[in-house]
């Protein structure tokens, strides 16, 4: 984890949300998260970056990977 940075992007009643959330606690994974319902900075940088108001979005490195099961799959290859 240490070779990339990593912030998921998420809205507290996102049920994609929580299915991402879910596999990290289950899997030990710690990843800092940003919620856009409280944090503007991260909602307009979610539509800054990735062009879309989006979540779940996992930025790697700045760059912005949306959808859940996309963003386990990634999860689970690289950090599980």
Do not use: W
């Not at 790697?60 to 599980?80: H, M, Q, T, W």
Request: aromatic share 8%.
């Amino acid at each position: 984890m240490a070779d990339h940075s990593y912030e998921l992007y998420i809205m507290p009643s996102c049920p994609f949300c929580h299915r991402v959330l879910a596999f990290m606690d289950d899997h030990d994974i710690n990843i800092p998260l940003r919620d856009i319902t409280t944090d503007r900075e991260a909602e307009q940088t979610l539509i800054d970056v990735g062009g879309k108001r989006q979540v779940p979005c996992l930025f790697i490195d700045g760059k912005p990977l949306y959808e859940s099961l996309d963003i386990i799959d990634y999860l689970a290859k690289n950090l599980s």
